[in-house]
């Protein structure tokens, strides 16, 4: 009854910028956070950045203060802007939400399908 829609992904320069978006459709009772995750080549996967239904915020260390994560409610979308993109950044990022389709079960994770990033010089 969920699925999640990302849009964004693509080629960029070193150093340069990108906005990711990830939109949620369906139905469902709750989500409880939003989060990006990637996997690099050869890499475990890993949590890039999440943020809450109250709008809190937590970044991997190695892009605090390039990437940013942000919410709009209105529209069910989770974006993650990622600036001063380094090579090590390349990897296929995939949107998480921690969901309830109902009231009476457990939240599960969805994941959207991943789409790909890729920096060159």
């Known amino acids: 009854q969920l699925q999640l829609v990302e849009s964004g992904g693509g080629l960029v320069q070193y150093g340069g910028s990108l906005r990711l978006s990830c939109a949620a459709s369906?139905?469902?009772?709750?989500?409880?956070?939003m989060g990006w995750y990637r996997r690099p080549p050869g890499k475990q996967r890993e949590l890039v950045a999440s943020i809450t239904s109250g709008g809190s915020t937590d970044y991997l260390d190695s892009v605090e203060g390039r990437f940013t994560i942000s919410r709009d409610n209105a529209k069910n979308t989770v974006y993650l802007q990622m600036n001063s993109l380094k090579p090590e950044d390349a990897a296929v990022y995939y949107c998480n939400a921690k969901v309830k389709i109902t009231s009476v079960i457990p939240a599960v994770n969805y994941w959207g399908q991943g789409t790909q990033v890729t920096v060159s010089s």
């Open positions: 369906g139905r469902w009772f709750s989500i409880d956070g």
